[in-house]
Nanobody
Framework: QVQLVESGGGLVQPGGSLRLSCAAS????????MGWYRQAPGKQRELVAA?????????RDSVKGRFTISRDNAKNTVYLHLQMNSLKPEDTAVYYC??????WGQGTQVTVSS
């Protein structure tokens, strides 16, 4: 059974930082690329950062140098993190994690505003 639980969102001022966490339970995740996605109001969901099972990261251009993705592979659960620094208002969105599952968690809201 697959379960995705995101946490760590909140309200932060521009230039601030947040650390998102995800617990991805299910045997499919440990061997899959895992990613953080976000969806802003009225926009499509987009991939923000991804990381291979071996730990190689990749980022969309708009977050390079500001966000850092990491993962810890435990038995039947992958713990995924996203350290977000120098946050901008355009980073405001609901953030989700996934790694090949057709179902999604409820996400965690990130709001960057003064």
């Amino acid at each position: 059974q697959v379960q995705l639980v995101e946490s760590g969102g909140g309200l932060v001022q521009p230039g601030g930082s947040l650390r998102l966490s995800c617990a991805a339970s299910g045997s499919i995740f440990s061997s899959n690329v895992m990613g953080w996605y976000r969806q802003a109001p009225g926009k499509q969901r987009e991939l923000v950062a991804a990381i291979t099972p071996g730990g190689r990261p990749n980022y969309r251009d708009s977050v390079k140098g500001r966000f850092t993705i990491s993962r810890d592979n435990a038995k039947n659960t992958v713990y995924l993190h996203l350290q977000m620094n120098s946050l901008k208002p355009e980073d405001t969105a609901v953030y989700y994690c996934n790694g090949g599952s057709p179902s999604w968690g409820q996400g965690t809201q990130v709001t960057v505003s003064s």
